[in-house]
């Protein structure tokens, strides 16, 4: 893709050393420009992608546009894809009715990384202290089915959503911690400072605690 001076320009204040603040501060600037978006996204690179991530038109993101992106993410590393497709459930998938349809139709697609997503926003669903979504026993099930044959991107968000569904659910605290003890997922990872371990009994016990759960 040939691109604009305008890309150009953008690309050319991007560096290694680029936050994504400054990432936000260009994106405040630029507003929604869904071309500009994609020439920046042709570069290949982390943070111009992240950047077009955040003024990408979410009314033009259909489910083949999102194929595409996915299948684009695969190019990167395992942490950066994961950077890449959680940035876009929440900068743009999450905003509008449409792509949140789309998300929650992803439970077994053929995409690991939108199977990611589609648990990693049920549980975002639970964590902003929404009243969880009746579809509670139906995702723990299917979690006890499939969790330990998952890639592992899809693993950590489906425990996530274990988790959210132990700290804020008692009926079914028990079942989310014997997940955790079962699968041993996680056990003895170490966290930084301040970060909750994501071991479903040390995950549940600390997040129910500090919300008197």
């Not at 420009?33 to 259909?62: C, Q, Y």
């Not at 053929?110 to 995702?139: C, D, K, M, V």
């Not at 056990?187 to 400072?193: A, C």
Request: proline content about 5%; overall charge positive.
């Amino acid at each position: 893709m040939k691109r604009s001076s305008k890309a150009e320009t953008i690309l050319g204040q991007i560096n290694p050393k680029t936050k994504l603040g400054d990432l936000r501060k260009i994106a405040k600037d630029v507003k929604k420009d869904h071309e500009l978006a994609m020439e920046l996204w042709s570069s290949g690179e982390l943070l111009p992608r992240l950047l077009a991530v955040l003024i990408m038109d979410n009314k033009l993101l259909s489910q083949d546009l999102i194929n595409k992106l996915s299948k684009d993410m695969q190019d990167h590393p395992f942490d950066e894809r994961n950077q890449l497709m959680d940035w876009l459930m929440a900068n743009q998938l999450s905003k509008d009715k449409k792509t949140i349809a789309l998300m929650e139709s992803w439970k077994n697609s053929p995409s690991s990384l939108q199977r990611r997503i589609f648990w990693y926003y049920q549980a975002r669903l639970r964590w902003l202290g929404q009243t969880p979504p009746p579809n509670t026993e139906e995702l723990l099930s299917a979690i006890e089915k499939q969790i330990e044959n998952e890639k592992p991107e899809v693993q950590w968000a489906m425990n996530f959503t274990a988790g959210w569904i132990g700290v804020f659910d008692k009926k079914y605290r028990a079942r989310c911690i014997e997940v955790g003890e079962k699968t041993g997922l996680y056990k003895g990872e170490m966290v930084s400072k301040g970060c909750t371990p994501d071991y479903l009994p040390e995950f549940i016990a600390i997040e129910s605690n500090k919300r008197n759960l």
